[in-house]
C-alpha cells in the first residue's frame, strides 16, 4: 500500500473556480511534506514546503493546509486558471536523514474555459 | 535556487541499444538523484548519486542496468543499458539542496523505446 495516497486521481472544473486535492498519508514521524506542481513535459515545481508543526502555506493562489493529527494534507487553488492545469504532487519526507522520500501519485486537474 | 538542464530531452530507441542521459546543474550539489516515471504514475527514485562515491541504487534497479557516473558536483550521466520496451518512461534528474531544505528536478528526458 503507497503511503502517500491522492485523490481524486483526476478532476475538471471550470477556468475561474476554486477546487481542493486531497493528500493522505502513513509516513510517520515525517519531517516535511511538500505540493508539487508538474506540467506536461516537465518536471516537478515546488508549491510549498511544511513542516510538521505548520497548519498552513499560501502561495500566490495555492493554498496546503496540513493536519498532522490526522494525517492529512490539502491544497486549495483559488480563482482557477487555464495555466493551472497540471498534475499536483504531494510528497512527503520522513524524519531521519536516511528516511525515503515518498511520492504520491498525483492528481491531474485540468481547467475548461 | 538550482536550474537543471537534462539532454536529450526526448529520445526514441530500438531495443537492445543503451542511452546515456547527461544531467548538468548550475550550482554545485552534493546529493544528485535519478527518478523514472512511468505514463500515468508517480515518480520512482532509481538511485542516488553522490559526487566521489558510488551510486546507491534502489530495490529493482541495478548498476548493471543503470550505470551512473558522477564526476564532478555539477554533472550526472544515467545510462539506461540494454533497452526493452518496459523501460519506456521519463527519465528525471533532481538535486537537493539542504541549505533551502528544498529539491528541484530537470526538466525531464522522454524516452521511448521500439
Known amino acids: 500500500k503507497n503511503q502517500v495516497e491522492q485523490s481524486p486521481q483526476s478532476l475538471i472544473i471550470l477556468e475561474g473556480k476554486n477546487c481542493t486535492l486531497q493528500?493522505?498519508?502513513?509516513?510517520?514521524?515525517?519531517?516535511?511534506l511538500r505540493w508539487y506542481k508538474q506540467d506536461t513535459g516537465r518536471g516537478p515545481v515546488s508549491l510549498t514546503i511544511m513542516t510538521f508543526s505548520e497548519n498552513t502555506k499560501s502561495n500566490g493562489r495555492y493554498t496546503a493546509t496540513l493536519d498532522a493529527d490526522t494525517k492529512q494534507s490539502s491544497l486549495h487553488i483559488t480563482a482557477s486558471q487555464l495555466s493551472d492545469s497540471a498534475s499536483y504532487i504531494c510528497?512527503?519526507?520522513?524524519?531521519?536523514?536516511?528516511?525515503?522520500?515518498?511520492f504520491g501519485s498525483g492528481t491531474r486537474l485540468s481547467i475548461r474555459p | 535556487s538550482a536550474v537543471i538542464s537534462q539532454k536529450p530531452s526526448r529520445d526514441i530507441c530500438q531495443r537492445g541499444t543503451s542511452l546515456t542521459i547527461q544531467c548538468q546543474v548550475d550550482s554545485q550539489v552534493t546529493m544528485m538523484f535519478w527518478y523514472r516515471q512511468q505514463p500515468g504514475q508517480s515518480l520512482t527514485l532509481i538511485a542516488t548519486?553522490?559526487?566521489?562515491?558510488?551510486?546507491?541504487?534502489e530495490s529493482g534497479f541495478v548498476i548493471d542496468k543503470f550505470p551512473i557516473s558522477r564526476p564532478n558536483l555539477t554533472f550526472s550521466t544515467l545510462t539506461v543499458s540494454n533497452m526493452s520496451p518496459e523501460d519506456s518512461s521519463i527519465y528525471l534528474c533532481?538535486?537537493?539542496?539542504?541549505?533551502?531544505?528544498?529539491?528541484?528536478f530537470g526538466p525531464g528526458t522522454r524516452l521511448t523505446v521500439t
Open positions: 510528497v512527503v519526507r520522513g524524519y531521519s536523514s536516511a528516511s525515503k522520500i515518498i
Open positions: 493528500c493522505n498519508y502513513t509516513v510517520s514521524p515525517f519531517s516535511n
Open positions: 548519486a553522490n559526487q566521489g562515491s558510488e551510486a546507491t541504487y
Open positions: 533532481s538535486v537537493e539542496v539542504q541549505r533551502e531544505s528544498e529539491q528541484y
